[in-house]
């Protein structure tokens, strides 16, 4: 099956900047919408931002203008470039594709294995 794999989380002072980025592994012909989601303790998941595979996006209110997400086709990747970080931004991020088509088939809302973000104050 095609899996997710994220990277980039970490540690980072208020104002500053982290990339996340996923990767889909396997033989994949096509990934269809492809977006970050994050889930602070205690709350639920939130989507943070999401890409079609025709580049069009849209971002969750707090963080327009901050963040911003893009996808590389040809490496069936997503990037998350997030800048003027603050500590609720605090979470982890999860990677999530809604449907892939691979050499296993389709596949339906796959998510990643979640990366932690610290913003400290």
């Known amino acids: 099956q095609v899996h997710l794999v994220e990277s980039g989380g970490g540690l980072v002072q208020a104002g500053g900047s982290l990339t996340l980025s996923c990767a889909a592994s396997?033989?994949?012909?096509?990934?269809?919408?492809m977006g970050w989601y994050r889930q602070a303790p205690g709350k639920q998941r939130e989507l943070v931002a999401r890409?079609?595979?025709?580049?069009?996006?849209n971002y969750a209110d707090p963080v327009k203008g901050r963040f911003t997400i893009s996808r590389d086709n040809a490496k069936n990747t997503v990037t998350l470039h997030m800048n003027s970080l603050q500590p609720e931004d605090t979470a982890v991020y999860y990677c999530?594709?809604?449907?892939?088509?691979?050499?296993?088939?389709?596949?339906?809302?796959?998510w990643g294995q979640g990366t932690q973000v610290t913003v400290s104050s």
């Open positions: 999530n594709v809604d449907r892939v088509r691979s050499e296993y088939g389709y596949q339906n809302n796959l």
């Open positions: 396997g033989r994949i012909f096509s990934l269809n919408l």
């Open positions: 890409i079609s595979s025709l580049g069009t996006t």
